[in-house]
């Protein structure tokens, strides 16, 4: 199926494949992108989804889904997705479930040592402390 796309370049219209399409759910100020709106998903490059937004161009976008959406850094959004012709945007959302999902265990295993390093630190000066003072 074929979807036109604005060149902000040229200022053309072309039309271009469409492989699905995605509803936009939460709120990102970052983005060209409203919430509830559906959008044309007209490929994949980089584990990114390449969709046509409200500029009417296209851009590149994480693919959280927004049945996992994290909170971070006051954005809570992603996409639900609506139609796939292909099978290469759930296969997407997947891969990029379990990377996240693989640096969440990264990031904690990093805080976890990094909270004993600092007791062990905190206990080492409080016994130094300690033995000085005697």
Same mark, same amino acid.
């Given at each position: 199926?074929?979807?036109?796309?604005?060149?902000?370049?040229?200022?053309?219209?072309?039309?271009?494949?469409?492989?699905?399409?995605?509803?936009?759910?939460?709120?990102?100020?970052?983005?060209?992108?409203?919430?509830?709106?559906? @959008?044309?998903?007209?490929?994949?490059?980089?584990?990114?989804?390449?969709?046509?937004?409200?500029?009417?161009?296209?851009? @590149?976008?994480?693919?959280?889904?927004?049945?996992?959406?994290?909170?971070?850094?006051?954005?809570?959004?992603?996409?639900?997705?609506?139609?796939? @012709?292909?099978?290469?945007?759930?296969?997407?959302?997947?891969?990029?479930?379990?990377?996240?999902?693989?640096?969440?265990?990264?990031?904690?295993?990093?805080?976890?040592?990094?909270?004993?390093?600092?007791?062990?630190?905190?206990?080492?000066?409080?016994?130094?402390?300690?033995?000085?003072?005697?």
């Amino acid at each position: 199926m074929k979807v036109d796309r604005l060149d902000l370049e040229t200022g053309k219209i072309e039309k271009v494949e469409k492989i699905g399409t995605v509803r936009f759910v939460g709120k990102d100020d970052n983005v060209d992108l409203t919430d509830g709106k559906c @959008y044309s998903v007209i490929g994949i490059r980089n584990n990114l989804l390449k969709l046509i937004d409200d500029t009417q161009d296209y851009y @590149y976008y994480l693919p959280f889904d927004a049945a996992s959406v994290e909170k971070k850094d006051n954005i809570e959004a992603g996409f639900a997705i609506i139609e796939d @012709y292909t099978g290469k945007i759930r296969e997407l959302f997947d891969i990029f479930a379990v990377d996240q999902e693989k640096k969440a265990r990264k990031n904690a295993k990093k805080l976890s040592m990094r909270l004993i390093n600092w007791k062990f630190a905190r206990d080492e000066r409080k016994k130094a402390k300690e033995e000085t003072s005697k």
